[in-house]
């Protein structure tokens, strides 16, 4: 049963993406497709569509590890301060000019920022031997907050085209896609999403707690280490392709959880792939509502999403409490 | 007490553990669990039944002395390995995601890439939850919580189940139910329980009783043999006396202490 659910959520995830890559200002008929429109769809739509399904499905499946290893249905990808470092080191990038990397420069400072605050999170997480989830939560929290301001400050003291462009990363950015950036976002989304996929028993361990996953034959440290990998390369990943886009993260999760049930085993990958849909759906609306102008995707997400989500929770149960 | 015939699943030997230098809160603690055997750990709150149910399911490794598990060092054991002959159920049950009560039971598979006998639909009947099966663990009694965790052990199949507390915050009729439980559980499929305890009058149902005060050992045996009255004195300070009814039973008499 619960096979047949991921198989249609899949379907579906594809269908949606297969769509939007015909779908915009411009709707391109698949059976009368012009020299023009191939030109738009291979270089234009086509990566612009693999980037919003891999944001999103780094976002949701980041989200439905989080959760689990900090064991606290709050927790985001962003709330362990990767994003902020990330959007850090781009906006220095971006309000400096910075180019050294050609079109690469701001994605990798981004990735830079946003491995470097995983790691000093997980290093100020760590005592005896391990990670502790309330140390990593408030070193998270703690270290977002610093990096907040520092790039408040410099957003306010940059120079106008700095600051626009700085701010449309912030918000994500799905307009630059291009497929350069396609294989690093893919390698690292791909090897996050197997080595949590392989880890997922051991989360629905995590979730009842330490020792029970201890008596349940996990090293509960270790597993948190690997997951917490996961979740930083896939974050790190999604943030450098895109910027920030909120909601996909703390939400999707949540709303998988409705319909398939806690088991991360199902969860991860529902999570994966409805972040992508999402995703792709919002950047579809970003790029087609007010043309030529683009609304922030992240911005949509939380349209569609919020209220949706608001209305399941006046529904069914969404915690265990 | 282990008797001569069964071997020892679970040994302690001259264990001390501290969470914090120099200050012992397992002093010098020897004990062994026997197949089959039905043991109440009991003693005050603080008095370190908590640690001694974490240093025999490997949570916890000892200061000095050393945990073994048919004979051979807990500490040697793989985690999947160890996990096929013990299992452990802290006292705080906390979950924060709706698993239902199947989800929860077939964990007890984890350890094992071959399922073992036990499937989870006998362990869910056993447990009297059939009924139960996809019910969410948040719309569950704490009886029935406690039958879940239960179920999950029977399917993990170890041989051996050291229950933390597992009677707290449970109403009488709920304490009893679970006991008797897991004297079915001990009579027909010969696992050994160990329940950390502090109610004299259901520590008067176990094979054996181990008295523990600030960490050490006071007494260990028959119940009617350990919970005398000097040595519940000892234990918690109070005078009670164990007495029996006209019909036979046991039950413990607080006196005037009121």
Not at chain 1, 81 to 98: F, H, K, Q, V
Request: some cysteine.
């Amino acid at each position: 049963m619960s096979k047949v659910r991921i198989t249609l959520l899949a379907v579906f995830a594809i269908l949606i993406a297969a769509g939007s890559v015909f779908l915009g200002p411009r709707i391109i008929s698949p059976f009368g497709i012009s020299d023009t429109d191939w030109i738009i769809l291979i270089n234009i739509r086509l990566p612009r569509v693999l980037v919003a399904m891999l944001m999103g499905m780094a976002l949701g499946a980041s989200g439905a590890l989080l959760q689990g290893i900090l064991r606290n249905p709050l927790a985001d990808p962003y709330i362990l301060g990767i994003s902020s470092g990330a959007s850090l080191t781009a906006a220095i990038g971006i309000i400096g000019g910075m180019s050294f990397l050609g079109a690469f420069t701001i994605p990798a400072l981004a990735f830079v920022g946003a491995v470097l605050t995983g790691g000093i999170v997980g290093g100020m997480g760590w005592k005896r031997g391990g990670l502790w989830p309330e140390r990593l939560l408030l070193a998270g929290v703690g270290l977002s907050f610093l990096f907040s301001a520092l790039l408040m400050l410099m957003m306010s003291v940059s120079t106008d085209e700095g600051l626009r462009r700085a701010m449309l990363w912030i918000f994500g950015d799905l307009s630059m896609s291009e497929w350069s950036r396609i294989p690093y976002g893919l390698a690292f989304v791909v090897t996050g999403l197997l080595l949590s996929a392989t880890r997922a028993k051991a989360l629905n361990a995590l979730i009842l707690g330490d020792e029970f996953a201890h008596s349940l034959g996990f090293a509960p440290q270790r597993e948190r280490l690997v997951l917490f990998i996961a979740v930083g390369l896939m974050t790190a990943a999604s943030v450098s392709l895109g910027g920030m886009i909120g909601f996909i993260g703390l939400l999707v999760p949540h709303i998988m959880r409705f319909f398939l049930g806690a088991d991360s085993r199902l969860l991860i990958p529902a999570s994966a792939l409805g972040g992508g849909t999402l995703l792709c759906i919002a950047d579809l609306i970003s790029r087609s509502l007010l043309p030529p102008m683009e609304l922030p995707a992240g911005v949509i997400t939380a349209i569609i999403g919020a209220p949706y989500f608001l209305y399941l929770l006046r529904r069914k149960n969404v915690l265990a409490i | 007490m282990s008797l001569p015939s069964k071997p020892a699943i679970l040994g302690l030997d001259r264990v001390r553990y501290s969470y914090e230098e120099n200050k012992d809160v397992i002093r010098d603690l020897s004990f062994s669990v026997s197949e089959g055997g039905f043991i109440g750990l009991l003693g005050a709150n603080g008095s370190g039944k908590s640690t001694i149910m974490k240093l025999g399911s490997g949570i916890l490794k000892p200061s000095s002395g050393t945990v073994s598990l048919w004979g051979k060092e807990l500490k040697k054991y793989n985690n999947r390995d160890r996990a096929k002959l013990i299992s452990y159920l802290p006292q705080t049950l906390d979950i924060t995601v709706p698993f239902t009560v199947k989800e929860l039971v077939s964990m007890g598979l984890y350890p094992y890439d071959i399922p073992p006998a036990m499937n989870v639909e006998e362990a869910l009947d056993l447990a009297g939850l059939t009924n139960k099966a996809n019910a969410l663990l948040s719309d569950l009694s704490g009886g029935e919580r406690r039958r879940t965790f239960i179920a999950m052990t029977l399917v993990q199949g170890a041989g051996l189940l050291l229950l933390d507390e597992p009677l707290a915050n449970l109403d009488i009729k709920y304490q009893i139910e679970l006991v008797r439980l897991l004297r079915k559980l001990q009579e027909s499929r010969n696992i050994a329980v160990v329940m950390a305890l502090h109610d004299i009058n259901i520590a008067l149902q176990f094979d054996t009783v181990m008295l523990i005060k600030d960490g050490g050992m006071i007494g260990n045996g028959r119940p009617e043999t350990v919970l005398t009255r000097t040595m519940l004195k000892q234990a918690f300070d109070v005078n009670m006396e164990v007495k029996r009814s006209d019909a036979g039973r046991s039950y413990v008499s607080l006196e005037n202490n009121f």
